[in-house]
């Protein structure tokens, strides 16, 4: 069964009527880059407008639908700040249209004077007029026809409007093909087909069909759990099996001496669990978990290493480019003291070809890098172990096109985030797991502090006594509605006024949006130069390593997840000195807000914060879910997905299982399953193997 029937999901957002470029800027900030992404934005609630036949039978602050006739314009006097209104009349009685901050070609065009038109929004009483502000719907006269009371609440961003919303939903849907069942019968009960079920997620009636248990709910998260575990299990079983990676340790002992410091047991064990999978004949996909901190960078050199003495190459492949040219200061040295090639690629490094080369001929023996590795350009001469750091950051597509370079290519995937063992399932499969517990030497603990903003002048006259005695100060900016564009105004406003305390040469500001080069050159300052308070979005959070770095101060704390919280906090305490976290929240604050702050205060212990986090969040509170270690997911939500993850993994096995290869009518439909979830490198390993 090919994929032909589902081209029209996965063709661009500008396919569809109205869509003009600069929406599609607006709608990748939501991520929603086709129209298939249209169909995987959910509502979040419901809206209840009942037509109302006239004002009459209308009540103040009532939520309505109403046809009126537009009778005039009236823009509001220059140099007074009121709003524009349209004056419009239904049955004998006027209704004024109030819009701030209007646009008046636009309202002409979608108002036209002397034209019926449907309105939905709520009414107010304002000097004995009726008044509605801000409409949330506008439409022809003739929609009142076919109107549906209640309607979908998408989530939204500046410049998109709920209108928008759920008119190109609706297109979406109507490109949208029936496709054949692919969940095996035994499964499936009680649940709607999977068009049907897309029909009604759109068009819910009531908040209960919000929730994630909902039986329409459940079955598109089962789907994409499905496809998932799919993925993972054709990774598992149709991949060749291992080959033995066997040394004699040489490389290893040159690396330990020149770091200086012992293995601690947790590092220690962890590795020879790694070393003895890849002794193994049969093929290596490893975890390797460990809290903010522990070593797993060294332990992942080493497992290096020893591929290496044993006459293989390896990669090391990382999410974003400070992490990747971080993890190549540190890795190149070490490697030069062991005679080991390490060479880093990225995006924005030009004249790659000698690198490609070199890669090809076998010369390097490591390349770190970002996403730039996954291009078809680079190949390997005897690739034979690949480490993934920040593994939730990349798709298990990804996972196999990386080790598609080579033959039998054996996996060791980390997180910094420590993950209880159904969020581990959902995000790994059924890995093999190894678990660093304890920390470095000489780490000493991290003095955790919670203060009110209302104590910022404080906070910021204290930093001048920390910077005279030569600290290194984060200060990261909160996390605003997860708006790119508020998070950088938060920080370019907090940047400013640490910059007119302390002067520019001392403070630092690094955000998402900067291009490569500026973003080093702070980084660098910042390390190594005179910058000594770095002003940050959450771009920090993962892997940012400045061992003179001994204070992190987070704005609006309240706003962040609990493992977001730990991965911040472990940018400070790398080094042997003393260092300081401070929480700064604002108010009001949420009782779950206080606890998690409670909780940074009382433990650095990562595995009893990810507990933590799970227990609080429940299935409704998902604030930081994005950096917080779990896999991004569309349907699924993350925090109360067990039971429905644990079945889409038994239907997985048992599908594979019946029908190895996906041959069957309902392998061919789970095919095409692969295909709708972006699994296409799964598909791939089928038709070539």
Same mark, same amino acid.
């Given at each position: ?66 046809? =009126? ?15 524009? /209104? ?35 929004? %709520? ?57 054949? *069942?692919? @969940? ?69 002992? /040159? ?48 497992? @290096?290493?020893?591929? @290496? ?41 030009? /004249? ?69 063992? %159904? ?40 930093? /001048? ?74 771009? @920090? ?16 704390? *309240? ?123 799964? =598909? ?6």
């Amino acid at each position: 069964m090919r994929p032909e029937s589902l081209f029209p999901l996965f063709s661009p957002l500008e396919n569809l009527k109205g869509v003009g470029p600069a929406l599609i800027k607006t709608l990748k900030r939501l991520e929603i880059n086709r129209v298939v992404d249209l169909l995987w934005h959910l509502p979040v609630g419901v809206a209840h407008f009942p037509l109302k036949p006239s004002l009459k039978a209308c009540r103040t602050g009532e939520s309505v639908a109403l046809v =009126v006739t537009v009778l005039n314009h009236e823009p509001p006097l220059q140099g007074r700040r009121k709003p524009y /209104k349209v004056v419009c009349e239904m049955v004998g009685e006027l209704l004024d249209l109030t819009f701030f901050n209007a646009y008046p070609k636009t309202l002409e065009t979608r108002l036209p004077v002397g034209q019926k038109r449907l309105i939905c929004g %709520t009414l107010e009483r304002f000097l004995n007029m009726w008044q509605m502000a801000h409409p949330e719907r506008i439409a022809p006269a003739e929609v009142a026809t076919y109107w549906q009371e209640k309607i979908p609440l998408y989530p939204l961003t500046a410049g998109f409007f709920q209108s928008q919303a759920q008119k190109l939903t609706q297109l979406a849907l109507k490109r949208t093909p029936d496709l054949p *069942e692919w @969940i095996p019968p035994s499964y499936g009960e009680g649940w709607p087909k999977w068009r049907k079920a897309l029909e009604a997620v759109h068009a819910p009636q009531s908040e209960a069909e919000l929730h994630p248990h909902h039986p329409v709910r459940e079955r598109l998260a089962f789907d994409e759990l499905f496809a998932d575990q799919l993925a993972l299990g054709l990774v598992r079983r149709l991949q060749p099996h291992g080959k033995s990676i066997i040394s004699k340790g040489i490389l290893k002992d /040159k690396i330990l001496k020149a770091f200086g410091y012992p293995l601690t047991p947790g590092q220690a064990q962890a590795l020879t669990e790694i070393e003895e999978d890849l002794a193994s004949p049969t093929r290596m996909i490893r975890l390797l978990q460990g809290d903010v901190g522990s070593g797993k960078t060294l332990v992942a050199f080493l497992a @290096i290493a020893h591929a @290496i003495e044993a006459g293989y190459q390896a990669a090391f492949l990382v999410p974003t480019e400070i992490l990747a040219n971080q993890h190549a200061k540190t890795l190149i040295p070490l490697g030069q003291q062991a005679g080991i090639d390490v060479s880093l690629l990225t995006s924005r490094q030009k /004249k790659k070809t000698a690198l490609y080369d070199e890669l090809n001929s076998g010369k390097i023996q490591l390349i770190v890098g970002t996403h730039a590795l996954l291009q078809d350009t680079v190949q390997f001469s005897n690739l034979g172990l690949v480490v993934i750091d920040e593994q939730h950051r990349f798709g298990v597509d990804q996972r196999v096109n990386l080790t598609s370079k080579g033959e039998a290519v054996d996996v060791l995937v980390m997180t910094a985030t420590p993950i209880p063992r %159904t969020l581990r399932l959902t995000a790994y499969g059924d890995l093999e797991v190894s678990r660093i517990p304890d920390k470095p030497q000489g780490r000493k603990p991290i003095q955790t502090r919670v203060l009110g903003l209302n104590r910022l002048e404080e906070v910021s006259a204290g930093l /001048k006594r920390l910077l005279d005695q030569g600290s290194k100060i984060y200060w990261v900016c909160p996390l605003v509605e997860e708006s790119e564009t508020l998070d950088l105004a938060a920080a370019t406003d907090r940047y400013e006024h640490l910059k007119g305390l302390f002067g520019e040469e001392k403070v630092g500001l690094v955000h998402g949006q900067q291009k490569g080069d500026e973003k080093d050159s702070v980084m660098t300052s910042f390390k190594d130069g005179p910058c000594q308070v770095l002003v940050a979005t959450t771009v @920090i959070e993962v892997g940012i390593d400045v061992k003179a770095a001994n204070v992190m101060i987070i704005e609006h704390a *309240e706003r962040f997840g609990l493992a977001q919280l730990h991965q911040l906090r472990g940018r400070v305490g790398r080094g042997d000195q003393e260092s300081h976290c401070l929480l700064l929240y604002g108010y009001p604050i949420s009782d779950i807000g206080k606890r998690r702050l409670q909780i940074m205060k009382e433990t650095e212990d990562g595995f009893r914060i990810a507990e933590e986090d799970l227990a609080l969040r429940g299935g409704g509170d998902i604030l930081g879910t994005k950096q917080s270690g779990l896999p991004s997911y569309k349907l699924v939500d993350p925090f109360t997905c067990g039971p429905l993850l644990e079945k889409a993994y038994q239907a997985a096995t048992h599908l594979l299982k019946e029908d190895p290869h996906l041959l069957s009518p309902q392998g061919q439909a789970a095919r095409l399953l692969l295909y709708l979830f972006g699994q296409e490198k799964a =598909v791939h390993l089928l038709t070539s193997g």
